[in-house]
Nanobody, 120 residues
């Protein structure tokens, strides 16, 4: 059974960078057909995909966030990390990591989410 857990700061100041890490257990992040994804939900709004790093190491960022986003991985720790630069209060949200399985075109595992506030 694959499990994911987010970790990182709960409060970040405007103009600083946000860094969040997802630790995956019960399966390798290099397993074929998995796309390791960051998703967020601002207060009162819907879910928004930020981007992913694939099992191969290739990355994709949603166009609206691409200029401020970087996703990387550490295969020795079975972790992948989101870095969001120059944050504003509009980046306040619950941040989730999830695994998308290409063969079923669905997310089949999720973290519980971590709440991040951007405020001075």
């Amino acid at each position: 059974q694959v499990q994911l857990q987010e970790s990182g700061p709960g409060l970040v100041k405007p103009s600083q960078s946000l860094s969040l890490t997802c630790t995956v257990s019960g399966g390798s992040i290099t397993t074929n057909d998995y796309y390791w994804t960051w998703i967020r939900q601002p207060p009162g709004k819907g879910m928004e995909r930020i981007g992913y790093i694939a099992y191969s190491g290739s990355t994709y960022y949603d166009p609206s966030l691409k200029s401020h986003t970087s996703i990387s991985r550490d295969t020795s720790r079975n972790q992948f990390t989101l870095r969001l630069s120059s944050v504003t209060p509009e980046d306040t949200a619950v941040y989730y990591c999830a695994g998308w399985r290409g063969g079923i075109q669905a997310y089949d595992c999720w973290g519980r989410g971590t709440r991040v506030a951007v405020s001075a």
